[in-house]
Structure formats: structure tokens, C-alpha cells
């Protein structure tokens, strides 16, 4: 019976994982050198948890299922909800701040597309327990210093950063209620993927009076913070919670700069993000080129663990999928330099089947010396066994041959196809000693 | 609204992220020193795949679902079918030996109890296209070779080893049917773990004669493996598959005594496998204080491939879950000098408020140069910044303090506690010199 993948989701062969390694592994290290500490949750949990953020809707959203106890339960779209019950969970019993990140395995039940999967990873990076602006500058100096580390540059990728805050001190400032926001804020996140008379349909469907639609257009087209009170003061008065969201974000811009980021940021009030449970800084990391798209986004949701049923503790943090962002190195050219599936330290190659024993013998011994090694299970010609060691990438090669009869080994740099003959015992002292000198 | 993890799931906080880290970056060390590439494939796939091998019944063990478009899905048990499916579909282009390993995250709807979770991570290594029993080995010396890295002496562990071919062509000779054959093998395999009563009266119901169940007791007891065709001399005339079989271990024993891990393993015809897709060499890890505690098992299964559908390609090889192994490893106190959950290169330090600024750039720029760095968000006290440093394990500590008005910045080695002066500009040029001579 032949069987395919389900669509959707991806086999990843050795040349695959190598990419999916060099992605994840890269995470990982830029979390950990910015000061985090990995952490992870299952792979399912209850479905009412992933309800609690997004809604009953999301259901359809996901690969929900029964278990035999009949406990509704869901694989992962997200692992925000994880974090959030697990720091509820353990909340007197944990430092602050937590600084943690993860780099989980997710699934969403969409139809797939270009950049969008049914499975794919996700790195999240959240700093919880900290009100201070310094955190949202964390967030994302940690998420440009990861792109940064890959070779992306200022020509190629934009963190454009706004704020909830100011907005919806705007927005309310000019009449928009507490209960049009919600709607609103979706509407408003599409606007840049919109032509401008979609956009301007949808808008309209919300906010029905059309003075108060083109102030809303002119918040979203200010092009500077600084010229945001300005700007605001010809078409409101400036509300209190309005001039300290603006004053805020003056201070991130000026704190990005600090951290020598600054050319990689700059401010966008078209930034909105659709979820309604940000409440200050957001931000999304677009590739400049590529219409609009968005490699990464994240921002400030200061009500989320309460939403979880814990206390009220300030939140921000990040998520970037792995599957735009593959498409995007790719495009630039930045996944040549990738590790190879294979590469050995050792290839032990043998002149004829009578030496197998003494090639397996060496093999051994150099993989419990932590070296990595590997030997041919085929006693072909010395030519093929060499050729094999070249497409496993193998540094050296030590061939078993009739200078054994005399205890030598011969050891060929394959770089440089450099041939030396060494005494056995002697080859075995010296990589004891390079052991001990490392 | 209180939201608990689902019973038999785990949450790894970053301590136990810490452990599991630890197993599996040593699994992948392991595979890759031993000459493994690494694969992985999707955690859901068609339920159908799953019970290729495993039977109908598998359904009741998974968990299983359907999505919108009424596809009959199932999150995976084990990798193996996904492996066969994977190199049968790219059977042709794959150069061989394929000698590919996995640490997939699987699911199984069990009854949670020690050491056997409803989430876990397994080791997998196999080599394709190898009929030799220098494939075995090689699978063997993996698996022996990673454990015994972590500490695990012969006095811990045994690798026991049987050959389900052996065991075959010998119920066979003594009047097994081949249809018989299938329920006698799970039987077989829990003879180690029941009591002498429980285990005759499970025999007698596949066996119904006592002569014959006796012989299959007594070839169950052999103790080496030179001993086998004396032993069976003694009861039936040995065929030539069972002769055969019996070369075939003990040149095994001999590779692994060449191999240098001897003293690690044992005949032992009690291992049998449950599985009936097992067709050569069987063996398990087994824990010897445990009482007869596997710490994960494998063996050779030719037949796989074709019964997914592809050709007739010879296989070994040997799986490893998370939760015994790191059972076995507390118990042994090998898990006391994992790394920590946070570990600094550099602490950045102020002496107040005002050096905030120049702080954060510094760290910034460590950063940059790939270095582990983190500071404080409060400009609490220097003893409160330095115990914070101590905390998250940093090797250094900056400190910027009154001498920065000179330039200065105070370098703190948090091991010995020594204290330097330095230029900022002479600690930045150190810094580049460094990194240009590793």
C-alpha cells in the first residue's frame, strides 16, 4: 500500500533538516546569548485553553480531537496559552523577570499556501514581569539580532513598530467606543495588504461617520513619532494616555538606537496587529522587498495572564514562523553557507576484506574518542572508499592497508590530499595529547 | 478560568528543558559521530500508515482524528512507518547505505504510569540497504556507544541479544506453525517479566503440547550462544536456517567484542521483541539492577519497506524513549552535571540610573560579537546587579561605574573574584583580537 504525507505538512530528508537545524539552531542561540531560558509545553492540550485568547472560532482553526476518557483536546496553534498557564502555574515560585523562549512545533488546520503550512515551527521569545519599555527594546533587539546574524541588512529587512496605546487613545479620543475596537483592529491590520478602496469599504463598515474614517486614514499615514502630537493636535485633543504612549515610543526609537539597531527600525502606525489582546507596543519585522510581509511580529499584552486566571503581571514578546522566513533566505541567497547533511572528522578506509576488523577496531575507537567517524560496510577498492569518504565530508582519511603489517597507518588530508605514514601507537598518543591540549 | 496540562503530558519549565536538552543533544551527538544524518517528518499522518505495521487495533493506542476534509488522521506513535514511507518514496535517488537517525516527539493514548507517558521523545537510528551484520553492530555500537558516554558502565547495563531468525527456523523444526508463530512471539517476550506460573499457562495456550512447550522453555534458557547448536542437538535436528542464524551471532558477538564494547553485551534468547516484523537480530538495553527494565530495544526488520508498499530492501535498526532513560539516569545520579538553565558570558552592571544608557549599549555589543550577555532592568544596588550576575552563572561581570568618566570600565572574573580596570576602547580591541584567534 502506498502512502503520501498529508498536504500540508513536509518530509524533511537530511538536506531538509539540515535547513530546519540551521533555522532552530540559530533561535536557539541568539535566545540564549540575549539572556533567555528555553522552555516548552505538550504538543496538545485542552481545546478551551486555545478559546480563552481567540475565541470559540479558533476551533475550526485547529486539529481538535476526543481521547478515550473523552477529554476535548487540540494540537497547538500557538504556545502563548502554554506560557500563560505555566507561569500562572508556578507563579510565586518563579524569578522575575522571566525571560524565556521556545521553539515549538505548532499546527493550524488552514489550507496551505506559499509561507503558510498546517505544521510548522515557531520561535517565541517573552519577557513577563517587566512594565518598563526596556523590555519591548529586548523583544526586539533580540529578534533583529538573530536576522542580523543571518546577513540580513537594513536594505532588507524594517522592524516598523507602533503602539496599541496610541491608537486606541486615539481612537477613542475621536468617538470610536470600547466595542467598535475590536472589530476595528482587524480592519485596520489588513490596511496595508488592502487596495486602498477595499480597505476604505471595510472601513466604512465600522466607522460609519466619514469625517471620523479619514482621521482614523490620517493616524495611520503619520510618518514619524515625533510628529505624531503635532499631527494629532489638528485633528483631536490630545488625550493624557495619547502623549504618554507617544513619549514612549520615543523613548523605544531612542533606546533601538542605543543598542545599534536604529536603521533597522523605524515607527508605522499601519502596524496594528489583529489580535485584540495587545495593549501597547507592537511591532512587525517586514522583508522590504517582498510586498509587505511580514518575516516575524509581537508586541505588549499586559492582560493575558489574567486572562489565564492569574494575576495581573506585564507581558511582551515575539513569534516568527519558520516557513516565511525560509523563503526569504532563500531569495537572498543566505542558505548557501548551510552545513552539509554529513561530515566526518574520520573516513577509515581498508585495503582488503582481511583488514575489516582492524578498520572497525580504529572506527570504534575514534567515535569513543568523541571524533566523528565512519568506515565502508562494502570492502570495494581503496579508490571507491576514498570517493566515499569525500561525499561524507570527511576531513581525514586513514587508510589500513600493507603498511599495517609494520603497525602504520597512512593518514591522507583530504583537503589537501597530503599522504602521511604513522606508526599506530604513535597516532593514537598524539590524538591523546591534542585531547588533552584542548 | 484554571487551565491544567493534560494528564501524562509534561511542561518543561527551563530546568527540565535543561534534562531534555541534555538526552537529546547527546542522542543527536551520538548519531552524528557514528556517521547518521539526521531526518524527521510530520507529527500527524494518514491513521491508515499507522496500521500497516501495527494492525487496526493500533487505532485504540493513538490519537486519532479527522480534519475538515474528512481525511482519517492519527498524531504519530513511533516514526518507523513514516520512515518507510519516506525512503520508499525517494527509494531511487537516495545513495546507499541509508544510515539516518531521529528524535521525534510522539504521542501514544496509554495509561499514564512510570516511566510510559502519553508524549515522549525517541531516539531512532537505522541503516537500509545493509544486509550484513556489520549494519547490526554498527546499530548496536550507536546505541552503546551513546550510553556509555553518559557514564553508564557494563556493570549498569547489558546489551541482550537474541535472533528472531534463530528463534524462528527452531519453533519451526519443532512443529510451530508459521501461523502460530505471530501470537507465540509476545508471549515469548514477556517471559522475563512474569512470574514462572503466568508465563506456563500463557504458553500452554498458543502451545498446547508439553513436550513442545518444554523445548521452547529450554531454548529460551541457552546461555551462549556456542552453546546453541549443542543444545538444540539435543532436542532436534538443527536445520540449516537455524545453523545459519546461529553463525550469525556469534560473528555479531565477535564485531562487538572488536568494537571494544564486549563487556556491554550478552546472548540472550529470552529477547524476542513482541513485534512481528522483526526478522533477524533482536536485542534490548536492559538496565541490571531494574528488574528487567528496557531502556529501549531494536533489531533487524527486511521486510518493512515492501510491506509499505516499496522494494524489498534489507533494515536494522533501534529506538530509545526519554522517560525510562532519564528514570535510569537520576537513579545513577548522571544527570547532577548537566549545564544550568541560564549561563552568561558577560554581566553588565551600572552604578546608577544615569549609566543605563551606556550599559544596555555595551551589552548590545557583546551581543553582537556572539557573546552570552544580560543586564539588570532595575538599576537596583551594585551587590543586588552582581548577585543577579551570580545568579544567571555569568563568567564575567562589566561595571559601569564612576571610573566610566575616565573612559574606565571595571571587569569582574565572578570566579575568583579579581577586578580590572580597563579603557572601554583597549576592552573593545581585546575583545576583536580574541575573536580573530580562535
Sequence with gaps: MKIQAVKGTRDFYPPQMVVRNFIIDGWK???????????????????????????????????????RGGRALAIRPEITPTLARMVNQKISALPRPIKWFSVPRLCRAERP????LREFFQWNIDIIGVDDILADAEIIFTTIDYLRSLGLTPKNIKAKISSRKLLAAFLINIGITDKDLESLYPVLDKKARLPAEAFDEMLAK????????AMVKAFMEIDKPSNITSKLLRLINVSDEAAEAEKELEDLLELLESMGIGDYCEFDPGIVR???????????????????????????????????????????????????????????????NKPSTRSLDYFVAYADKALLTEAIKITANLRKAGLATDFSYKAGSLKKQLKEASLANSTRCIIVG??????????????????????????????????GAL
Tied chains: 1, 2.
Design 274 to 336: 489583529g489580535l485584540a489582546y495587545y495593549t501597547g507596543i507592537v511591532f512587525e519585522v517586514h522583508d522590504i522587498v517582498g510586498e509587505f510581509r511580514a518575516v516575524c511580529g509581537g508586541g505588549r499584552f499586559d492582560n493575558l495572564l489574567k486572562d489565564f486566571g492569574g494575576p495581573s503581571i506585564p507581558a511582551t514578546g515575539m513569534g516568527m514562523g519558520d516557513c516565511v522566513l525560509e523563503i526569504l533566505l532563500r531569495e537572498k541567497g543566505l542558505l548557501k
Design 206 to 213: 465600522v466607522v460609519t461617520d466619514a469625517k471620523t474614517a
Design 113 to 116: 499556501q506559499k509561507g503558510r
Design 29 to 67: 542561540a541568539a535566545s540564549l546569548r540575549n539572556g533567555f531560558e528555553e522552555y516548552d509545553g505538550p504538543i496538545f492540550e485542552y481545546l478551551k485553553m486555545f478559546q480563552i485568547k481567540s475565541g470559540d472560532e479558533i476551533a475550526e482553526q485547529l486539529f481538535n480531537f476526543t481521547d
Design 402 to 435: 600493507r603498511e599495517y603489517e609494520n603497525g602504520e597507518l597512512v593518514v591522507k588530508d583530504m583537503a589537501t590530499g597530503k599522504q602521511e605514514t604513522i606508526l599506530e601507537d604513535k597516532f593514537w598518543a598524539e590524538l591523546e595529547n591534542r585531547k
